[in-house]
């Protein structure tokens, strides 16, 4: 698994957003996936995972409701979709996977196998 992620920028408070992740090693085994948050001085945040299928879909409280994720196996691409942007969301935003087709515990960052290298979303007020 080698995961890019791309899509991030600089937007206004209400705006939307949508971050892609590739898979460009083209992993053929099921694999979870999902996205994480960093903003400087707090702590790593879970914001949503999906299921090898598609199924499983489960977002961070502070997120539910405003992002949307799915994936593509066909593209091995997993999305963000963030509407409703909030100067709050403003963090490096890292696709993790794992290799299992669900992760069980999927708020906690270290049931992940492969973090991508992270990009920036700044959402200004």
């Known amino acids: 698994v080698q995961l890019q992620a791309s899509g991030g920028g600089l937007v206004q408070a209400g705006d939307s957003l949508r971050l892609s992740c590739e898979d460009s090693?083209?992993?053929?085994?099921?694999?979870?996936m999902g996205w994480f948050r960093q903003a400087p001085g707090k702590e790593r945040e879970f914001v949503a995972h999906i299921g090898w299928t598609g199924s499983n879909i489960l977002y961070g409280d502070s997120v539910k409701g405003r992002f949307i994720i799915s994936r593509d196996n066909n593209k091995n691409r997993v999305y963000l979709q963030m509407n409703s942007l909030k100067p709050e969301d403003t963090a490096v935003y890292y696709c993790?996977?794992?290799?299992?087709?669900?992760?069980?515990?999927?708020?906690?960052?270290?049931?992940?196998?492969?973090w991508g290298q992270g990009t920036q979303v700044t959402v200004s007020s």
């Open positions: 993790v996977a794992a290799l299992t087709p669900v992760v069980d515990s999927a708020r906690t960052w270290t049931e992940y196998d492969y």
């Open positions: 090693g083209r992993t053929s085994s099921p694999y979870a």
